[in-house]
T-cell receptor
């Protein structure tokens, strides 16, 4: 069963706008990761946030984690057409934080 | 070593045939994972190895599916007596258990079409 659920399922924005995707999960975690997947390709790791962290930045990406609400958000600022992809959150499912369950993803379309 | 390699990238087969996919992980990675992904869905966990030991296998994995990692390096995923419902992208990923991040490095996937 899937631990994480992304919201919205699909998002369409104009280039230059910010995109926010949310992930909710059910059980306690050690860490949460976000991945990106271009159509027909493998997944690429974007960022990891640990359960004792509340916010993390990487370039145009900002991830927040609220363990009390069991939720995370991914913000992409100043979006570009090249950001068009599916975005997945992955939560760990073992005590070592090394095996992950993926949500169904958010399909982001950035229009030029 | 440029990353995780999967072969073949595409496989079309008739129902009832057996297929085998191969994954070559990043050489220093001791963990290897297989996921299955259908259109519009996230990757679904199938199984994973630490070195040559298969540590966990999804209950969703029927007995027609078998995975091996005989020398703790490359892995194969075999599907016997394929069914149309097996049509999916099969993704392999590797990671280092010693890593602080637990980041998974994915291959490009092997797309299976069962006619």
């Amino acid at each position: 069963s899937q631990q994480g659920e992304e919201d919205p399922q699909a998002l369409s924005i104009q280039e230059g706008e910010n995109a926010t995707m949310n992930c909710s999960y059910k059980t306690s975690i050690n860490n949460l990761q976000w991945y990106r997947q271009n159509s027909g390709r493998g997944l690429v790791h974007l960022i990891l946030i640990r359960s004792n962290e509340r916010e993390k930045h990487s370039g145009r990406l900002r991830v927040t984690l609220d363990t009390s609400k069991k939720s995370s958000s991914l913000l992409i600022t100043a979006s570009r057409a090249a950001d068009t992809a599916s975005y997945f959150c992955a939560t760990d499912r073992d005590n070592y934080g090394q095996n992950f369950v993926f949500g169904p993803g958010t399909r982001l379309s950035v229009l030029p | 070593d440029t990353g995780v390699s999967q072969n073949p990238r595409h496989k079309i087969t008739k129902r009832g045939q057996n297929v085998t996919f191969r994954c070559d992980p990043i050489s220093e990675h001791n963990r290897l994972y297989w996921y299955r992904q259908t259109l519009g869905q996230g990757p679904e966990f199938l199984t994973y190895f630490q070195n040559e030991a298969q540590l966990e296998k999804s209950r969703l994995l029927s007995d027609r599916f078998s995975a091996e990692r005989p020398k703790g390096s490359f892995s194969t995923l075999e599907i016997q007596r394929t069914e149309q419902g097996d049509s999916a992208m099969y993704l392999c990923a590797s990671s280092s258990f010693d890593s602080n991040t637990g980041e998974l490095f994915f291959g490009e996937g092997s797309r299976l079409t069962v006619l």
